[in-house]
């Protein structure tokens, strides 16, 4: 294995980190237009959109459904039961 040594007389080298990519021009520009096209889309395409809300609403119940009984087991017998003896 190797040891690195983290002595404090290293000096930091702050000039060679990048800042995220958000908070760069080019990721500041990019997030105004995804925010831009996503407006536009909302607006211009909102007769589909509610349209589609009964079909969204069925499928989310459904999920919720098939995700949610994971977490205990399914509809089988339970362990730990009053009626076990």
Not at 20 to 47: D, Y
Not at 50 to 72: D, E, I, K, S, Y
């Amino acid at each position: 294995m190797t040891h690195h040594d983290h002595s404090p007389a290293e000096p930091k080298a702050d000039e060679s980190r990048r800042p995220p990519f958000l908070r760069t021009p080019s990721g500041v520009a990019l997030c105004i237009f995804l925010a831009t096209a996503g407006a536009f889309l909302l607006f211009e395409h909102r007769i589909h959109l509610l349209g589609a809300w009964p079909l969204l609403f069925l499928l989310v119940c459904g999920g919720m459904h098939f995700f949610m009984h994971r977490g205990h087991g399914g509809h089988g017998g339970h362990k730990g039961g009053r009626d076990e003896r």
